[in-house]
């Protein structure tokens, strides 16, 4: 496949992901979005609704209107933001609220530190996108309320805490996730959430907690034995999993290298890079299907779960043009080239619309599972499409 193909097919997905969020998702009744809709296209209208998925609307449709200044795009971005201040701001407490429920009313009030980056991922974006600068108050705001968990002693930042900030040990991200003070994954989350505010804003504070955010993740997060994400920690970064999520390995390999790109220190960009790549490499070897699909979860024995989600063949897109770009070795061009051919073939769904969850290792789709929730958002999957795009032209 040439690199022209690839963006032109992932041109016309983009659209296609756009007009399915467009068309199938606002809550004309209560407002914002709908929190559910099943893989078969049975709406939930009274699902809840996460902070996590309207952020990434709002990221999405700010990202597509700095793509494609369609007025259809900033309304939908108009619609999230103005539902985030309306409904997700806790005006008792600093922050957003976790979930409410289909009425805009506080359902989980926890404060996550993972949903408060993607709101301020969103509203940077939204800014790079409309250049309203009054919205640069906003984003001041949110990047004070994750700098309210940093870890002064330790460095980093702590999960979670109660809606009045108190911190809560029966407090996680997800059923998913263990259940401790320092996640790989809010981590991940804050750092692409800094790096696209420190293009709005070069301000002396953030580009110091954006520099002391890489540092450790480059020495605390990724295993420096193997290439790999440690997932989750003490608060003085003692690792409590074995577990390899090859994901977000390949994720955090393009977007660590974001983070060092707009920081233009030359030497941590260097260690960037050669750490970028040995995590693109970790993923290419351990992680990959024959078919090109990047699988699940694994530890150092092999594949423990060979599923194929939706947002890991995402990022494996974009992170192995990434690393192909950085070296020019056609193994990782063949590599992102083929984990789309299986994402177009097995994940797409051609039915109706968007990208299946997940399939079983053999690329059966997982009809069970939500085509939107709280976590099916279209982040992953048109952000890969924006940036093939960008990093590799429109394709014709």
């Not at 600068?133 to 930042?157: I, M, N, Q, T, W």
């Not at 401790?180 to 790096?195: D, F, P, Q, R, S």
């Not at 220190?265 to 995590?279: K, V």
């Not at 984990?339 to 039915?351: A, G, N, Q, Y």
Request: aromatic residues 12%; contains cysteine.
């Amino acid at each position: 496949m040439q690199s022209s193909q690839l963006a032109h097919e992932m041109s016309l997905e983009l659209d296609r992901i756009l007009q399915f969020w467009l068309t199938h998702t606002q809550d004309h009744t209560n407002g914002g979005f709908i929190g559910r809709i099943d893989c078969d296209m049975t709406v939930h209208p009274q699902a809840p609704k996460g902070l996590v998925l309207n952020a990434r609307i709002l990221w999405t449709f700010a990202r597509a209107y700095r793509h494609d200044p369609r007025p259809e795009y900033l309304a939908m971005a108009d619609r999230a933001l103005h539902y985030l201040e309306s409904c997700f701001q806790d005006r008792e407490h600093p922050g957003y609220f976790w979930m409410v429920d289909d009425l805009g009313r506080p359902l989980e009030t926890k404060k996550q530190m993972y949903g408060q980056a993607f709101y301020l991922y969103g509203i940077t974006e939204y800014i790079l996108a409309t250049r309203r600068e009054e919205v640069l108050d906003l984003a001041e705001k949110v990047f004070a309320v994750v700098e309210r968990s940093y870890d002064p002693v330790h460095g980093g930042y702590l999960d979670v805490f109660t809606r009045d900030w108190k911190v809560d040990d029966s407090l996680r991200l997800s059923e998913l996730d263990q259940n401790v003070k320092k996640t790989m994954n809010t981590h991940l989350h804050i750092l692409e959430a800094y790096t696209n505010y420190f293009r709005v804003r070069k301000d002396a504070k953030l580009e110091a907690q954006l520099r002391q955010l890489l540092e450790v993740t480059l020495q605390h997060i990724i295993d420096g034995e193997n290439g790999h994400f440690l997932l989750y920690f003490n608060e003085d970064w003692t690792s409590t999993s074995d577990i390899i999520s090859y994901g977000h390995d390949i994720e955090g390999s393009w977007l660590i290298m974001e983070a060092a790109e707009v920081l233009g220190d030359e030497e941590l960009l260097d260690r960037a890079r050669q750490i970028a790549l040995r995590m693109a490499e970790a993923v290419l070897q351990e992680g990959v299907d024959p078919d090109g699909a990047v699988m699940w979860e694994g530890n150092a024995d092999g594949v423990l779960d060979g599923d194929k989600h939706w947002w890991g063949q995402a990022e494996a897109i974009v992170g192995f043009v990434n690393a192909w770009q950085m070296t020019g070795e056609q193994r990782y061009w063949q590599a992102a080239a083929d984990c789309w051919r299986f994402t177009r073939e097995h994940i797409v769904d051609r039915v109706n619309g968007e990208w299946f969850w997940k399939t079983d290792r053999a690329g059966a789709p997982a009809l069970d599972e939500a085509k939107v929730n709280e976590w099916k958002c279209p982040y992953h999957n048109s952000r890969a499409c924006f940036e093939i795009i960008s990093r590799l032209g429109s394709g014709g």
